[in-house]
Nanobody, 119 residues
Framework: QVQVVESGGGLVQAGDSLSLSCTAS???????LGWSRQPPGEQRDLVAY???????TYADSVKGRFTISWDDAKNTVSLQMNTLKPSDTGVYYC??????????????WGRGTQVTVGS
């Protein structure tokens, strides 16, 4: 089992910045950490993902505004969100992608943190 804990989030205004942090209990057999978000009444979609080797993936809607990176702190990634929009509102969930024998993967999820962007 891998425990994932998020921190950050809150209420901001459009155009503001906000930073989220995510810490995994271990990076053993972990391929990467990422963030997904779930707007009210919608499905959960990927926002950003970083592998342990540093490869990056971003949703088109956040490219140029959000940056995911490994922190100096052990087992932690940050999601820096700039120029926030009301459409960025939602619950942000961090996940750790775990490599399983046979090439399969399993995602371990945090409990989520609310981000609300006012207009």
């Amino acid at each position: 089992q891998v425990q994932v804990v998020e921190s950050g989030g809150g209420l901001v205004q459009a155009g503001d910045s906000l930073s989220l942090s995510c810490t995994a209990s271990t990076l053993k057999n972990i391929m990467g950490l990422g963030w997904s978000r779930q707007p009210p009444g919608e499905q959960r979609d990927l926002v950003a993902y970083i592998t342990t080797g540093g490869s990056l993936t971003y949703a088109d809607s956040v490219k140029g505004r959000f940056t995911i990176s490994w922190d100096d702190a052990k087992n932690t990634v940050s999601l820096q969100m700039n120029t926030l929009k009301p459409s960025d509102t939602g619950v942000y969930y961090c996940f750790a992608r775990h490599y399983l024998i046979g090439g399969q993967e399993r995602d371990f999820w945090g409990r989520g943190t609310q981000v609300t962007v006012g207009s």
